[in-house]
């Protein structure tokens, strides 16, 4: 099946999609300030930069698009129908990079959360209140 863009369209297109500061991380960074709760971002001394440190409960949160993280049986993650290879292998090299940066920080005594792009869209309330939960634990 061809795409229905020009490759010009097409590249277009990708080149505006972020990679910091996405609506979904800004939703959870909005939620934890209104909160009480202060943080840094994208702190570049730990792996993978992480969206959201909150250093005082030794905890990092990375706000994930389904798409791009390969959330598994997630109705937002649809491989593309076209350049299917290419795909798939960086889907899976960033699910790789996920796992390797997340054993990192965990080896390093950091708690790492992850919050998918789905959970914000389909759950926002009951995940940000759990999450608030599990802060509140780990003090």
């Known amino acids: 099946m061809a795409d ?3 490759e010009e369209v097409r590249s277009y297109n990708m080149s505006m999609i972020k ?10 960074r909005k939620f934890l300030f209104r909160n009480g709760y ?6 570049k001394n730990l792996s993978g930069h ?3 440190v909150l250093k005082k409960f030794k905890t990092v949160i990375f706000v994930n698009g389904c798409f791009w ?7 937002y993650f649809i491989l593309p129908s076209t350049r299917v290879e290419w795909w798939r292998n960086k889907i899976e090299g960033n699910k790789k990079r996920d796992k ?7 080896d390093r005594g950091w708690n790492v959360l992850t919050i998918w792009e789905c959970e914000l869209k389909d759950n926002q309330e ?3 209140h759990a999450l608030l939960e ?5 003090v």
């Open 4 to 6: 229905v863009h020009s």
């Open 19 to 28: 990679g910091k500061n996405t609506k979904p991380e800004i939703v959870v």
């Open 38 to 43: 202060r943080f840094r971002i994208h702190v």
């Open 50 to 52: 992480p969206d959201i």
């Open 69 to 75: 993280h390969g959330h598994e049986n997630c109705h």
């Open 100 to 106: 390797k940066i997340k054993k990192e920080l965990e």
């Open 126 to 128: 009951k995940k940000l």
């Open 134 to 138: 599990y802060l509140k634990s780990v």
